[in-house]
């Protein structure tokens, strides 16, 4: 946990006798800290073990233009803390078996401690997403997205895993909001192997009441209102009313979502899931969109290769 004076850097908002909007919690500068902690972990192994570097490998299918930018985030955040970062791009003809074969190369490699595989895969010929993520060493699944380290992770054994990053991210901006997890009710609005699953993980077994949501959840506006931690990752645009919300509740969003918008160069504008303006009349805190939890889950990312690789040093 960051210290309090850390803390008023990233928390931006008023608490008066009287609260008239939430806090807002800046995912920028909470990863802009965790960054330049990682970048002195980076700096101490390097010094301790004669330039050793944290390694990690981007392994993409095709030439999405989406994956293009978010790799180019990845290595360019691995780059300032000194993870010494490598981007392979199979061609879109790759088959399964090329990029299996990619796989256990680099499950091989020791100078390699974390590997990613970029998703979707985009390749003209079939893949089977989850072979091919579970495929990935567990000891280098950065990610924390195969069957192995998700098994560990929904079994409380959190320090023998690696979590995933956007729910780490999640967790990380609410324990910088200094509201305790222990004995809330969070409710968790989706199900995916990426966020919502194992933010129920996350949250359970930090000892949260844990009710997750999905598209057969008959009463959502009034599950919403229990919530003291709501976390939302449904990929609907603003499907979050502010008026569902309990009043002071810490809201994390972590939607990504694009609108119409005519007064933007580009013709649309990003939005949450949550409805913004009017959840911000009701949480006690919030996180934007963008610039809350998108910064989080890279460094998150940059945390468990910085974490493998003191992994590795320590079984050397």
Partial sequence: MLSSVARSLWVSGCHGSRRSMATIISGNKTSKLVREKLKEEVEKMKSRFSGFRPGLLVLQVGDRDDSNLYISTKLKAAAEIGIDATHVRLPSTATQDEVLQ???????????HGLIVQLPLDSVNPINTELVTNAVSPEKDVDGLSCINAGKLSRGDLSDC?????????????????????????????????????????????????TTCHSKTADLPEQVGRADILVVGAGRAEMIRGEWVKEGAVVIDCGINYVPDETKVSGKRVVGDVHYASANQRAGFLTPVPGGVGPMTVAMLMENTVQSAQRFLLNK
């Fill in 102 to 112: 990619s796989i256990m190369s680099v499950n091989e490699n020791p100078s390699v």
């Fill in 162 to 210: 690696f979590i995933p990053c956007t729910p780490n991210g999640c967790m990380e901006l609410i324990r910088q909001t200094g509201v305790s997890v222990v004995g809330k009710h969070a409710v968790v609005i989706g199900r995916s192997k990426i966020v919502g699953a194992p933010m129920h993980d996350l949250l359970l077994w930090n000892h949260a009441t844990v």
